[in-house]
Structure formats: C-alpha cells, structure tokens
C-alpha cells in the first residue's frame, strides 16, 4: 500500500481533472433535463420526451442550439467585462470540486491513487474562498449589460451573496470543531470513526448549511437576482446563446458542488453506512482502516470494488441533494428582499453564531466529562435536537417570514407600501355609493 | 519550477498594482486590484502558508472587494460617458507617500538576518515539525490565541469600535 511515485502522481492528477471536469459537465447537462422533466412531473405535464428515448438527448439538442444562435452584444455595454464575466461565473463553480473527495482510495500497480483532484490542507477553506469569489461573474455582468434591470438584478445577487456567506461560513464552524482538521477527507474519516453522519449531531448545523447554499446558488426560494416576473431575468437579460447558457451551466454547477457538499460534510460523504470495510485514511505514510485497542494502526485493504461502491454511494447522496434543489425550486415561492435580507441578518446569524457557541461548550463539557466514541455523538445529537427544535418553532411562527397578507402590523413601512386590503378599498366613499346605488 | 511560477505570479501581482492605478474605470481598477491579491495568494501558496492565501481571497477578494463593488454600483460607476477617476497633485502627493512608505519596508528587510524578527523563524524543518504536529491552521492559531491573545483581542476590540463609530456617523446624516 504504498504512496504514488512523483511522475506517476502527475500522470495520475491530469487524468482525475479531465475526468472530474467531463463527468460534471455531463452531470450538469442532465441536471437540465432533470429539472425539466421534475418540474414537469410536480406540475402534472409530461415535459421534454420527444429528442430520444425520454428526452435523453435534449441536453445535447439544446447545447447544439446555443452554439448555433447569435451572439448579441448590447450597444451601450462594456464590451471586454459583458464577455468576461459568464467565464467569471463559471470558473468558480467547477474549480470548487477539486476538493472534495469522491470515493475510497484506488490501488493500482502504481501505488494507491486518492479518489480527489487535489488534497488541499485548507480544504475547506478553499471552498469557502472559492464561494466568496462567485460574486463577480453575476456583479460584472449585471453591471456591463449597462441595462436598469441586469443592474438591479446585480446588486441584488451582490448584497444576498454577502449576507449568506456569513451564515454559511458560521455552520460550518460547528463541523470543524468536531472534526478538528480542515481537509475533506479527514472530516470523512471523521465521521467514519464516530460512526454517525454529522448531519445528525450536529442538525441545527447542517440545516442553516442547506439554506445558506440555497442563497449562494440564488435557487428558488432565494433566486432574486434573476426574479423573471420582476427584472425580467435579472443580470442576465442582455445575453444570448453559448453566453446566456454559460450561466446556466455556472448555477448548475453550483448546485452539483453544493450537494456534494452537504454529502461530504454531513452525510459522511463517500463511506457506505453501517459498512466498516470502506474506512480509509491516510496516516503517516500508510493507509489505515483505524486503530486497534493497544492505539496501533490497523492497515486498510483497498480494492477496486470497494473504490466503485464508495463512488456510487457519494453519487447516490449528491443526487438526493440536487433532487432537493429542483424539488425546492417548485415547490416555494420566492421570497421578498426584504425577508430575504431579514432571514440573512437578523435570523440565520444570531442562530449560527449561538450554536457555535452550543457546540463548543457541549463539546469542552463532553471532553472534561470524558465522554468518547458513539455516546458522544449521541450526547451532542440530543443538545442538538433540541437546538433545532427551538429554531424551527421560532422560525415557523409566521414571525419571520411573512406572505403577502401579512397583517398590517407586521407591514414594511405602514401606509405608503402596503396596500389596503380588498375590504378597505371598498370602504372609500366613491365605491361605497355606488355598492349603495346597486 | 518554483522559482519560474514565482516570477509568473510576482509578474501579475505588480502588473495588477499598476494597473489598479492606470485604469480610469473603477470596476476595471477593482478587477485589477483582484488580480493582485489572487496573485499575492499564490506566492502564499509557494510559501507553503495556504491558510494565508486562503484568508487572502476569502477576506480581501471575497469579501471587502464585493463591498467596493457594492458602492461603485450603488453610485453607478464606470460608464463610459464621463471618467470617475481624477489626476491632480493629490495623485502625485500619495505616489509620494506611498512611495518613501514603500522604500522604508525594504530597507527593514534587507537586514533579513540581524532583524530581531528573524529569531522566531524556525527554518525550513522546524516549519515541517510544526505543521505535522499542529496542522495549517494550529500553526497559526496556537501562537495567536495564546502568546498574543491580548492583542489579537485589542485589534477585534479596534475593528468593533470603528464599525460603531461608521454607523454613528452614518446615522448622524440621516
């Protein structure tokens, strides 16, 4: 079980990137159908079926379309940023995944091959650097359209991407307490070794996870930036063809990275449940399966099965969360900004920042107590259940999050920005007469 | 290999710098300016510190640079009808300041070894002990939040005051 030789590490990194980067380009093309075929499915209609059996060929019919319609270039737009900024968009969103890890490490003649792009050791932190930069593919093109609503719809998705990347960076801190390393691979390890998913010790976490993501892929309930029925399709109104779909392959990818995401930090990313032949990790030049009861390391025994399982499991978990997406997108309407920016700051916040908080201490009292292995998880999973229990009846009040018919005490600013409910309108003299004349 | 990705990066770094202040577009400065910090981040990573090139785009691209490209949309900045940026004596006064700034550092650094500094290198190997034993990111954290924990506080407490004392003035206008 030996490590790669230099050239063989080389050889082997350039053909993981071509095969991660065609793998999801792939993925993401069939996100698009996927979306259209469950739209349709949630809405009773039957969607794209006629290009192949099931439709399975419309991602490539549409693609073949994009590339063959015009490209506009708006008269009055900055011509050198209208066209950087979709790459601007796209780049982040693909670079992302080359942390995460995918499946079990691979033997092979030439050493054992890690089943990830690049083992960063800020891993995490790479992605969050990476989410933070998302914002100037949508900036830039709301901007350099020069047009009321691309710019609008910019400055919408800048102040939103702002907000939430507050509360995503916060839930994750939870994680990295409990793993106590950055990499993505050890917080699989992790995982593996307290033998439950930390989607379940730490819910309240993983939940203000999902919704902050949410925010950052601008989805549906939170997709302002585009907001059709209001600034028609936000920043990027000017553009056509392979430019327009540009961003669509951005937000798709997006929301494959994000659920490998949500996968990998809390649902234990690649391992298979309730299966210990999958453990595998890295340590001092060897790969272990863990450590016996005397604190000796057991060696591992990769084999290329095990390596596929593991990749159909994290495909498995992934494709759930991108079922969520699409399933969430319509389902919910979407929020008005001001709720938005309310949920962001005055909600999901104060809640991240407290549970940091409950974390840390759970964890310190946990330590001093000497609690380990599954009854810790279990000790933390409880503080936790209650944490969120607290935070889903707050939040599912009606306090927050208020429709339309909100009652007027709750109103953005009294008289001016509300209107009169139907019943006050035909209060006003004229309507009144005229009831009465009938 | 190293030494050649050096000069690439240390190339766009001051390339960027330069044209953050030739540009008379705010956004084009602002991406410019982007361009620097990334760049600054990989002679981070070259360096072997990825926890500061990742705080770097996190913190300075990622953050207060999407609050400058806040205010210059806000304003509506950068179109081509009239320029946003003005040259006068100001320019010449801070390439002045910046520049006796600048010509200070390096005449610290050039005294690399006799800087009293330099003692709490502890060399390439030292460099690796540590990161094995503590982590990329213990390495920086242990020493911050326990050595010098009173003046990370006092700068948090710094930051704090002038947050508050922006919003004070902000309010006051209204």
Known sequence: MQELSPTAFVVFAAVKVIAVFSVILLAVAYMTLAERRVSAFIQDRLGPNRVGPFGLLQPIADGIKNILKEETLPATANRFFFILAPALSVTPALVTFAVIPFAAPLPTRWGVVDMIVADLPIGLLYVLALASLGVYGLFLAGWSSNNKYALLGGVRSSAQMISYEVALGLSLIPVLILAGNVTLTEIVWQQQQLGLWYAVPLSLAFILFVVSSFAETNRLPFDLPEAESELITGYHTEYSAMKFSMFFIAEYSHILTASALMATLFLGGWSVPFWDGDHMFWYEGALISGFAETGEPILASPAWWKTLVTFLAFAVKTSFFVLVFIWVRWTLPRFRYDQVMHLGWKVMLPTALAYVMLVAITVLALDQLGVEGLLFGLALTAVSALATIVFVFFVDRDRIITGAAAPRDRSISGSTMHPATPTERLATPVVAARLEGE | ?174
């Open chain 2, 1 to 174: 290999m190293g030494e050649v990705i050096f000069f690439i990066l240390a190339t766009m770094a001051v390339g960027g710098a330069v044209g953050v202040v030739l540009q008379t577009n705010p956004v084009g400065s602002l991406l410019f300016m982007v361009g620097t910090l990334a760049s600054v981040a990989g002679i981070f990573v070259l360096l072997e510190a990825h926890f500061l090139a990742a705080i770097q785009v996190l913190v300075y691209a990622g953050a207060i640079m999407v609050l400058f490209l806040f205010v210059i949309m806000l304003l509506n900045l950068g179109h081509d009808y009239e320029p946003d940026v003005k040259r006068g004596l100001g320019a010449f006064l801070s390439f002045g300041v910046v520049g006796t700034l600048a010509g200070v550092l390096a005449g610290q650094v050039r005294g690399a070894e006799e800087n009293p500094v330099y003692q709490f290198f502890p060399g390439p190997e030292g460099m690796d002990r540590l990161l094995q034993e503590q982590g990329i990111v213990g390495a920086i954290a242990r020493p911050l939040f326990t050595d010098y924990v009173l003046a990370f506080e006092l700068v948090g407490v710094l930051l704090l005051v002038a947050l508050v004392g922006a919003v004070a003035l902000a309010k006051k206008r209204a």
